[in-house]
């Protein structure tokens, strides 16, 4: 009761659909927080990490209109979409990190994250590497009739990789339950958008290849889930689609990067386009306390230190265990390490 009285500040209604999108995006921002943090530490595993800060409206508006079943890739930079996707921040925090406890058993890391039972079927570092395999899950979700779709997200480098148009074109020509989702940061590594192609609506490329095509702005999350739900709506009845997302990546391509390559005033400029300040700045308009959302902020900053913590106080899998998950289940033990290290010495 206390909650609720606390909640309005006046008699305003409550959308509630827009703060549920908002607590979801708090808990991307602040999980990316907490990882950056890990880097800094030294505690993550891996010497590149990519921060999803400034695109939470298009992991979660995307994530929100899927459902139960539904599969998915991420590029290199989607720690955002699994959480949206229902991932334990725990055991993400956990494989970030290299331990055992952590999705992959620490093997798989930031950017080669997969869970088979929510759908992930796998992060990948390849620019456009994760795109094909959707169009695989599509066709068996259609054969096997289980009313699934399937969504690739990725980056606008990847507008610029051939195996983007083999996919779109094969997913149109079989009517495929398959989304493509284009997070449009304006950055490819150093490269800005119009650096890179002439053709910056990127949506009217999808349309020629016979998908359902639109570009939404990311800065509002409702617009992005309302759009998506559109899409996958019509991907679920066989009509594929396409979504570019526009946000601005707030940092630096990965941790390290200081982004000599824009000015200041233009990443000033850029992260006013903040997604999760919008819709607070909106649900406070709609009547809801700043003191609701600040307690809404603070249990989010609780869960992510949990998970920091679990990650820290995890161990890394024992060496043993390299190869394990690695090959396929009936592949044989693999040899040991040090056998195989004193193998290659003995030949030389
Ligand atoms: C095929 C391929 N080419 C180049 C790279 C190096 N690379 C890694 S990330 C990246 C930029 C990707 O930009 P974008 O797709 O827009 O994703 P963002 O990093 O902005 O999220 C590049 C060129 C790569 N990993 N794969
Ligand atoms: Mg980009």
Redesign the pocket.
């Known amino acids: 009761m206390t909650e609720i009285k606390l909640k309005h500040a006046n008699d305003a209604r409550t959308n509630s659909r827009l703060e549920d999108l908002y607590r979801q995006m708090r808990r991307v921002r602040t999980f990316e927080e907490r990882v950056g943090e890990l880097f800094v530490r030294g505690q993550s595993a891996g010497s590149m990490l990519?921060l999803?800060i400034g695109?939470e409206s298009a992991a979660v508006g995307v994530c929100s209109a899927m459902k139960e079943g539904d599969s998915f890739t991420t590029?290199?930079?989607g720690h955002g979409i699994f959480l949206s996707r229902g991932a334990n921040p725990n055991l993400m925090m956990a494989e970030i990190a290299g331990k055992e406890t952590g999705y992959c058993k620490g093997k798989g890391g930031s950017m080669h994250i997969a869970d088979m039972g929510l759908g992930h079927l796998g992060a990948n570092?390849?620019?456009?590497?994760g795109i094909p395999a959707v169009v695989g899950a599509g066709l068996a979700a259609k054969r096997g009739k289980t009313g699934a779709i399937s969504v690739a997200f990725?980056?606008?480098?990847?507008?610029q990789?051939g195996i983007l148009y083999e996919s779109m074109n094969m997913a149109a020509l079989w009517d495929l339950p398959v989304l493509f989702v284009c997070?449009?940061?304006?950055?490819?590594?150093g490269?800005r958008?119009d650096q890179a192609t002439k053709a910056t609506n990127l949506h009217e490329r999808a349309i020629a290849f016979g998908l359902n095509g639109i570009s939404v702005d990311g800065l509002n999350v409702e617009t992005v889930q309302e759009t998506a739900q559109k899409l996958t709506d019509d991907a679920r009845v066989g009509k594929p689609g396409f979504l570019a997302v526009s946000c601005y990546?707030f940092f630096g391509?990965?941790r390290m990067d200081k982004s000599p390559y824009r000015s200041e005033e233009e990443e000033v400029e850029g992260r006013k386009r903040d997604p999760v300040l919008f819709a607070r700045d909106n649900i406070i308009k709609e009547g809801v306390s700043n003191e609701f959302l600040d307690i809404i902020d603070q249990s989010i900053s609780d869960e992510m230190d949990s998970a920091i913590d679990f990650a820290i106080s995890s161990n890394p899998p024992p060496l043993s265990s390299m190869f394990r998950d690695v090959y396929g289940p009936n592949e044989p033990e693999p040899e040991p390490v040090q056998t195989r290290i004193n193998r290659i010495l003995a030949r030389e």
Do not use: C, L
Request: charged content about 15%.
């Open positions: 990519h999803s695109e590029h290199h930079r570092a390849i620019v456009g590497g990725f980056g606008d480098g990847a507008m990789q997070i449009n940061n304006q950055y490819g590594m490269t958008i990546r391509h990965a």
